[in-house]
């Protein structure tokens, strides 16, 4: 008896390992969808792209001697691998999403890119390493993902390949849990609630994955938005900031004008003047794209930034002397 029970749980346990391994993620098929591609619709896609998403900084090349890491001419979309100075678990490659037929994204269909965008499945099934925020992109509004698709097809093709992201076991099996179909239409937030448009927005550019701190992967309980996740690169290292209204070690004591400030100063660097990187400077902070946000979507971002938990915790955003790794 003893025996038939042991050897139940044993097939129960193998038969779960089994199911853990081989399950793919929770998908639903693709929409039939053909996005309307007028020419308001491509410029909203083009700010959500290049601006607010900054979808452009994670899936191109880009020249981080310079100040901000400008995008390396011609390679707009062209996939890359990331360092592993970064410390990801395997090779993470944000791929090529240009047009190019064989490279990118050129023989998706719209519905496809809308999936991969908010649900995190990729064109044959397979769940997205979920460093691509498609979490956060589930709330992208219908009208808003339309528009990036409409401005996506605007783009050239780029002939450039990236070797496909290889995630190390075991998180390669649970981030098969990540991805969800979006269920129904999802609208876009009254602009006239500034606390909803502007969680949005933070929402959108993803201001809280790389404003808090990460152990194992996930995010610290109660370390929201107040800073302290490495970056690095060869060479240099930054610090998340403390975007958390604590007022000693956050932003708790900025005015509006102040934030506004900080992100319009940016405005002044053009590709010939951009500073050389060093230490003191690097950043991954996308500032050559959110400076461009129009001063509504600023004030709505710190309205909302205002209203999270404030934390304190003092951050040494560009420490002297890059750790050893
Ligand atoms: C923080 C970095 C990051 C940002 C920002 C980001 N992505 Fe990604 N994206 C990734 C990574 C990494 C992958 C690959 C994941 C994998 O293969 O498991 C990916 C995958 C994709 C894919 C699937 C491509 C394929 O061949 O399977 C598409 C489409 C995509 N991203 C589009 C976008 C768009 C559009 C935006 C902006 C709205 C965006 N991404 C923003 C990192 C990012
Ligand atoms: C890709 C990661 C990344 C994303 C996305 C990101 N940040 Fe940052 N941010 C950083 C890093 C790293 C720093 C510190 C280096 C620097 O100041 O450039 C920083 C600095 C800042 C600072 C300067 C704080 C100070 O004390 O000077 C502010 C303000 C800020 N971020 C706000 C935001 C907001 C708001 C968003 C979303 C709209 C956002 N960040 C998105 C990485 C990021």
Not at 254 to 273: A, H, I, Q
Request: hydrophobic letters at 40%; charged letters at 25%.
């Amino acid at each position: 008896m003893k025996r038939m029970i042991l050897l139940g749980g044993l097939v129960a346990v193998v038969g779960f390992a089994t199911w853990f391994v081989m399950r793919g993620p929770n998908m639903a098929p693709a929409s039939s969808i053909q996005v309307d591609r007028s020419e308001a619709r491509v410029a909203r896609g083009k700010y959500i792209y290049a601006e607010l998403a900054h979808c452009e900084g994670c899936h191109s090349e880009r020249d981080f001697k310079k100040f901000g890491g400008p995008l390396v001419a011609g390679m707009d979309g062209s996939g890359i691998v990331f360092p592993k100075e970064l410390g990801l678990p395997g090779r993470i490659a944000p791929p090529n999403i240009s047009q190019d037929p064989e490279l990118g994204l050129g023989r998706w269909t719209d519905g496809e890119i809308i999936r991969a965008i908010r649900e995190g499945v990729s064109r044959d099934g397979r769940a997205l390493f979920p460093m691509m925020p498609y979490q956060n992109y589930a709330n992208m509004s219908d009208e808003d993902v339309e528009s990036l698709v409409a401005y996506l097809r605007s783009m050239p093709a780029v002939k450039h390949d990236v070797p496909p992201t290889k995630v190390d076991f075991p998180v390669n099996l649970f981030m098969k849990s990540a991805p969800r179909p979006v269920a129904g239409r999802v609208s876009a937030p009254d602009r006239a609630d500034r606390l909803a448009y502007g969680k949005y927005l933070v929402s959108m550019a993803s201001c809280e994955n790389c404003h808090t701190k990460k152990e194992r992967g996930e995010p610290v309980e109660g370390m929201n938005y107040a800073g302290g996740e490495p970056f690095r690169i060869p060479g240099f290292e930054a610090f998340s900031a403390n975007i958390s209204p604590d007022v000693e070690t956050g932003i708790g004591g900025w005015s509006e004008e102040k934030f506004l400030d900080k992100f319009r100063g940016y405005r002044n660097f053009t590709d010939e003047n951009l500073p050389v990187a060093v230490q003191a400077n690097f950043t991954v902070m996308p500032w050559l794209g959110l400076r461009n946000l129009p001063d509504d979507d600023l004030k709505a971002i710190f309205a909302y930034l205002k209203t999270v938990k404030p934390v304190r915790n003092k951050v040494d955003v560009h420490p002297p002397v890059v750790s050893k790794l």
